[in-house]
């Protein structure tokens, strides 16, 4: 198969790239690098079977073409993290919505397969848990940029069954719960990376508000594994699936795991909400998906345990430093201190 992944050199597109070459797909990648990184792609560039454009989706001619050129498109371009999207709303909304509108015109009109992925965002303050597809969406305050981006995916999720139901694009959308694992970066909020990266730096690892809220992570090579899975089954098209883990842990906890994986000697210090975000931001105090749809389908759900992803998340971490440490002249470097 001939693949597209819009968002490709990002933290879930890149690894999505690795599966779909592994298979034996060719992959094309589209991607502005506002938020991915050459970095996570820099090794598949020398794959026969793969290419990429650097470029935004919202070029439609760009995209088109590429369109033309596959059989199926995964479309994950978009604004990423709960920082970004608090500090730029606008570049949210209109990349968000912008994007999408040109990846489902483009497939639309060649009758090509497409997989959207939204986010468990769209659940919003529903206490409903564990959340289902059907369940109900409940946004907070418009004066919270937050709701921005779960607004905005959400309307992507009913443009993707208006096209489905009236220009019969095959296309199936997928809400992505706390994915985590090598390569995402903390700089963007994410809560797995900027524990990792404090504790293995010696700085104060930072939990906000008293910890207690919780989360399922949900392992990004699982994760990707489901989309290959739904996109191979006809049946999906139409439909919207949960992709996450069940297993829940509070943050306290989980900085707590980081701390002792890590051996790391860093204090972890309980930051009010005031201190760590301004006014746009709105915390949910838990949020579980029900996987049963995506089970029953393809067979299973992501379950790689917490400990397994913290450890890889690690190595990952050690891995970047030694690749920016090698790119760093020998004069630059920070001393070893040997004792
Ligand atoms: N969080 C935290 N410390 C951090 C970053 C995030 O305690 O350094 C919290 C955040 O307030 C939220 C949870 O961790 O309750 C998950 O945040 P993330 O941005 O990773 O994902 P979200 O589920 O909010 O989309």
Redesign the pocket.
Known sequence: MRVLITGGAGFVGSHLADACLLRGDEVYVLDDLSTGSIDNIEYLKRHPYFHYTIGRVQNASVTAELVDRVDMVYHLAAEV???RVIDSPISTIENNVQATEVVFGAAAKKGKRVLFTST??VYGLSTDLPYREEGNIVMGAASKGRWSYACSKALDEFLALAYYNERQLPVTVVRLF?TVGPRQT?H?????P??VQ?AMTGKP?????D?S?S?CFGFVKDVVRALVALMERPEAAGEIYNIGASTEIS?LD??KRVKEIAKSTSPIVL?P?AD??DAG?Q??PR?IPDTTKLRSLVGFAPATDIDEIIDSVMKSFLARQERSAQRTPISLRTPVRVA
Request: charged share 15%; no cysteine.
């Open positions: 993290g709960v920082r468990s965002e706390n903390g963007y909020g994410m809560v797995v900027s524990l404090q690892m930072t939990v906000y508000g910890g809220q989360r943050i989980l900085a930051v909400y760590a975000y931001y915390d949910m949020r």
